[in-house]
């Protein structure tokens, strides 16, 4: 059984006086704030409780690696809990500062971590962790405030679900009709641009783009939890994006992109077989490409392209 928060600081403590490890003030706090002790871990000072989870995993040859950072305050999770985050070569450790499981601290790790990162992490909409990685029949599950995560052995694969009160219809079971996102390349310069509505097809074949094949399926219409899908163009570069995040739409305006043409609407949420729509970004270039699945993601990561974020959900292609 994990030790309560009061018993880990004290042993803790006992412990650093005995071995000489140093113990500080947590940098988080202020001086309206009283100092919570913390305890070095691979020169960067953590909390006692984020020190005790990191040995129960090993330390620093265990599964998260070293510390890469000072613990420090991380944003409000969507569920409105507040909490300190502790980041590692291979994972992350979250203290919760408030609401019922104040005190008490969680790792992510392995394909967990990477899912995590993906979906916006502590503000995203999984929140914060509230169980530790429990190990299954097929593989192991972790629970946070908005949903949980499982991993199947059988096929090495993480997949995030959100809680009842979150999940919406299955695709395809709205009343709101949906048109197919397909994928386009320019032959001329390998560039790749994912397009829905018909003017923006016969934009992208006078520009020299051919059709691929079939992405996904976007909402023609307007449908709760969920945002617009937005072309975007730089004339002046011969680029294009399909985005639908707000930090995309920012990055793009930033880089000299201007709206062309709304390409439909995506979920913003997972939902039961839907498929994540990826954005790989090339920083040297300024090339963005939309990606729907592992073949379209092998295709970017080839051609020299990072992820960036995830624009949003959709019913996966006929």
Same mark, same amino acid.
């Given at each position: 059984?994990?030790? @309560?928060?009061?018993?880990?600081?004290?042993?803790?403590?006992?412990?650093?006086?005995?071995?000489?490890?140093?113990?500080?003030?947590?940098?988080?706090?202020?001086?309206?704030?009283?100092?919570?002790? @913390?305890?070095?871990?691979?020169?960067?000072?953590?909390?006692?409780?984020?020190?005790?989870?990191?040995?129960?995993?090993?330390?620093?040859?265990?599964?998260?690696?070293?510390?890469?950072?000072?613990?420090?305050?991380?944003?409000?999770?969507?569920?409105?809990?507040?909490?300190?985050?502790?980041?590692?070569?291979?994972?992350?450790?979250?203290?919760?500062?408030?609401?019922?499981?104040?005190?008490?601290?969680?790792?992510?790790?392995?394909?967990?971590?990477?899912?995590?990162?993906?979906?916006?992490?502590?503000?995203?909409?999984? *929140?914060?962790?509230?169980?530790?990685?429990?190990? @299954?029949?097929? *593989?192991?599950?972790?629970?946070?405030?908005?949903?949980?995560?499982?991993?199947?052995?059988? &096929?090495?694969?993480?997949?995030?679900?959100?809680?009842?009160?979150?999940?919406?219809?299955?695709?395809?079971?709205?009343?709101?009709?949906?048109?197919?996102?397909?994928? &386009?390349?320019?032959?001329?310069?390998?560039?790749?641009?994912?397009?829905?509505?018909?003017?923006?097809?016969?934009?992208?074949?006078?520009?020299?783009?051919?059709?691929?094949?079939?992405?996904?399926?976007?909402?023609?219409?307007?449908?709760?939890?969920?945002?617009?899908?937005?072309?975007?163009?730089?004339?002046?570069?011969?680029?294009?994006?399909?985005?639908?995040?707000?930090?995309?739409?920012?990055?793009?305006?930033?880089?000299?992109?201007?709206?062309?043409?709304?390409?439909?609407?995506?979920?913003?949420?997972?939902?039961?077989?839907?498929?994540?729509?990826?954005? &790989?970004?090339?920083?040297?270039?300024?090339?963005?490409?939309?990606?729907?699945?592992?073949?379209?993601?092998?295709?970017?990561?080839?051609?020299?392209?990072?992820?960036?974020?995830?624009?949003?959900?959709?019913?996966?292609?006929?």
């Amino acid at each position: 059984m994990r030790k @309560t928060l009061a018993s880990a600081v004290l042993s803790l403590l006992a412990a650093a006086s005995l071995m000489g490890t140093r113990v500080e003030a947590d940098p988080t706090s202020t001086s309206s704030t009283p100092a919570r002790p @913390t305890i070095v871990a691979c020169g960067f000072p953590v909390t006692a409780a984020t020190y005790a989870v990191w040995q129960d995993l090993g330390g620093e040859t265990g599964r998260l690696g070293c510390a890469t950072q000072p613990e420090r305050s991380g944003p409000a999770s969507p569920q409105g809990s507040s909490a300190s985050q502790a980041l590692f070569a291979s994972g992350e450790i979250v203290l919760h500062a408030s609401g019922p499981r104040a005190g008490q601290a969680f790792a992510i790790v392995g394909c967990f971590y990477r899912l995590y990162v993906q979906f916006g992490g502590a503000s995203g909409w999984l *929140g914060l962790p509230v169980s530790d990685s429990q190990n @299954t029949p097929d *593989g192991s599950r972790q629970i946070f405030e908005g949903g949980d995560m499982r991993y199947t052995r059988a &096929y090495d694969d993480c997949q995030a679900t959100p809680s009842a009160g979150l999940e919406r219809a299955r695709p395809g079971a709205a009343a709101t009709d949906t048109r197919p996102l397909d994928l &386009y390349e320019n032959v001329a310069t390998g560039d790749r641009l994912s397009v829905a509505s018909q003017r923006s097809v016969e934009i992208a074949l006078a520009a020299g783009y051919r059709r691929v094949r079939s992405q996904a399926r976007v909402l023609s219409g307007a449908e709760t939890d969920a945002a617009p899908l937005k072309l975007y163009q730089n004339e002046a570069r011969g680029l294009r994006q399909t985005l639908a995040t707000s930090q995309s739409e920012r990055d793009a305006l930033a880089e000299g992109f201007v709206f062309e043409a709304s390409q439909g609407y995506v979920w913003t949420l997972p939902r039961p077989g839907a498929v994540a729509l990826k954005r &790989y970004g090339n920083a040297a270039t300024g090339a963005t490409w939309l990606t729907a699945g592992s073949s379209d993601e092998a295709d970017a990561l080839a051609a020299g392209l990072a992820f960036l974020r995830i624009e949003g959900y959709a019913a996966p292609p006929d």
